[in-house]
């Protein structure tokens, strides 16, 4: 099982905060002969729409050197982790989690906007020391 970025628990507070209910952590999914794990899985039982709302998040911190390096290595897990959900847990919706402070600064950059939309990437952005959801980008 991999490491658990050092940003996991802040997001797992944030989003029972929001009061989802962490289902998974990770979320194990396998397709074909390929073992995953996704940060988190999380429902929320959904009133007004008499249903559940089931989402998978992605957790990255862009701690390292390189945040472009970064950056492909997480949309390279969004990509792959998003089409095996597509396949085998199809209600689940996947999202990145980023801190606020590389959203606001490496993912307002031309190139970045331009990745996130080409491939309708979902993301989250939380305040790691409030330990809070500031964003849901849709």
Avoid at 41 to 63: M, T, V
Wanted: proline share 4%; hydrophobic share 45%.
């Amino acid at each position: 099982m991999p490491a658990k970025d050092v940003y996991h628990d802040t997001v797992k507070k944030a989003l029972i905060k929001e009061g989802w209910t962490i289902t998974d952590d990770p979320l194990f999914i396998q397709f074909g002969e390929v073992d995953m794990y996704i940060d988190i899985g999380a429902e929320r039982i959904i009133a007004a729409e008499k249903g559940e709302r089931k989402i998978a998040i992605e957790i990255k911190s862009f701690l390292e050197a390189s945040p472009i390096s970064a950056f492909h290595t997480a949309m390279g897990q969004y990509i792959d982790y998003r089409h095996a959900l597509e396949q085998i847990q199809s209600e689940r919706i996947l999202y990145l989690a980023v801190p606020q402070e590389v959203y606001e600064t490496f993912f307002t950059r031309q190139f970045i906007q331009s990745v996130i939309n080409r491939f309708a990437v979902k993301v989250i952005v939380y305040a790691p020391q409030q330990e809070v959801i500031v964003q849901w980008q849709t």
